[in-house]
C-alpha cells in the first residue's frame, strides 16, 4: 500500500489531514511534527508522498522541500498553504515542490492533487527504471549557426548522461563545460571563421562578424553535427563543423601558463581537465569529446 509522511506542527491538523486521506484514498498514512522528524522518519523508510505544511519550527517547509529534493528526488513533495504565507509557497514550488492545497480547502482539493501527483510520480519512477535498462543509445543532431540552441541541447545530453548512470551531478556539470566549448569552437571558429584572436583583441568587432558571418554565404548554410553515444561505460561526443579545419597540433599548450588567458587555450584546457579523453580528426573540424565511468575511467 503507499505511503503518505504528512508533516504538520499542529496535532488538530495533522488529525484533519489524516482523516481526510485516510476516508478519501487508499494510501497508509504516517505523521512527522517537523521538517527534522520528517527526514528522520524517511531515513527509516522512504515514502511514496510527502504532503507538508509550510510554517513549522526547526526546519519550515520550504527547507524540507529543498532537504527531500536532494536527498530523496524521486518523493514528490505537495505543500498546504495558509492564508498569509503564499510568497513561501511560491518559493517551495520554485525548490521543487510538486503542488500545493490551501489548508482552508484540504477536504475537497486534498484527494484530487494526490491522486495527480502520484500519478505522475508512478510515471517517473517507472521510466527512471526502463532508463537503468538501457545497454546502448545514440544520439544525432544538426543545428544551425545559432548558439541559443546550445543549453536545451547541452541539457539534453546532460539528462542522458545522468539517465545512463554514467556520473554524479559535479561530472555532469563538468560535461556540459566541455560540450558548450566544443560547440562555440564548431561555430564560430569553425562555420563561421571567426578567429579567436579578434575577440583578444575587441570583444565587439568580433561579435560584429560573428552576426555579419551568420547572413552571408556560405557561412550561413553550414551545420553543426553533433552525435552522441552512450553505454554503460562510457559516454562520447563527436562535435563536426563544416568549416575549413585546423592543424589540432598548431593549438597552443592550454597547460602553459602564457596562454592561460588566450580565448583559444581556455576551450582546451576546460575540454582536456573535464574530460577523460580528446580526440581530433586529420582535418581538425571534429573532436570527440569522451567520458568513462567506474572502472573504465580508472
Request: net charge negative; with cysteine; charged share 25%.
Given at each position: ?42 531515513a527509516e ?32 513533495v505537495i505543500?498546504?498553504?495558509?492564508m498569509g ?214
Amino acid at each position: 500500500m503507499p505511503t503518505v509522511l504528512v508533516v504538520d506542527d499542529s496535532v488538530v491538523d495533522l488529525r484533519l489531514v489524516g482523516g481526510v486521506i485516510e476516508r478519501e484514498t487508499e494510501l497508509k498514512v504516517q505523521f512527522a511534527g517537523n521538517g527534522v522528524e520528517a527526514l528522520d522518519r524517511m531515513a527509516e523508510g522512504v515514502p511514496d508522498l510527502v504532503l507538508t505544511d509550510l510554517i513549522m519550527p526547526e526546519m519550515d517547509g520550504l527547507e524540507l522541500v529543498e532537504a527531500v529534493r536532494s536527498r530523496f528526488p524521486l518523493v514528490p513533495v505537495i505543500v498546504m498553504t495558509s492564508m498569509g504565507n503564499e510568497e513561501v509557497a511560491i518559493q517551495a514550488l520554485r525548490a521543487g515542490a510538486a503542488s500545493y492545497v490551501p489548508k482552508r480547502l484540504i477536504t475537497r482539493d486534498l484527494p484530487e492533487a494526490i491522486q495527480k501527483v502520484l500519478a505522475a510520480a508512478t510515471h517517473r519512477r517507472s521510466q527512471s527504471r526502463l532508463m537503468c535498462c538501457i545497454a546502448r543509445a545514440e544520439y544525432e543532431f544538426q543545428l544551425e549557426n545559432d548558439a541559443s540552441l546550445f543549453p536545451p541541447l547541452i541539457a539534453y545530453l546532460q539528462e542522458a548522461v545522468g539517465q545512463m548512470g554514467l556520473s554524479d551531478e559535479v561530472d555532469r556539470m563538468r560535461v556540459g563545460v566541455a560540450l558548450e566549448e566544443a560547440l562555440v569552437n564548431a561555430m564560430y571558429h569553425g562555420n563561421l571563421e571567426v578567429d579567436s584572436s579578434l575577440k583578444e583583441k575587441s570583444d565587439h568587432a568580433y561579435h560584429a562578424l560573428v552576426q555579419e558571418r551568420r547572413q552571408q554565404s556560405p557561412y550561413r548554410d553550414r551545420r553543426v553535427c553533433v552525435e552522441a553515444r552512450f553505454t554503460r561505460s562510457r559516454a562520447s561526443f563527436t562535435i563536426r563543423d563544416e568549416g575549413k579545419g585546423f592543424d589540432p597540433n598548431a593549438l597552443p599548450d592550454p597547460t602553459d601558463p602564457a596562454n592561460l588567458e588566450k580565448a583559444s587555450g581556455r576551450g582546451v584546457l576546460l575540454m582536456r581537465t573535464f574530460m577523460d579523453e580528446i580526440t581530433y580528426n586529420d582535418r581538425g573540424n571534429a573532436v570527440t569529446l569522451t567520458k568513462y565511468c567506474g572502472d573504465a575511467a580508472g
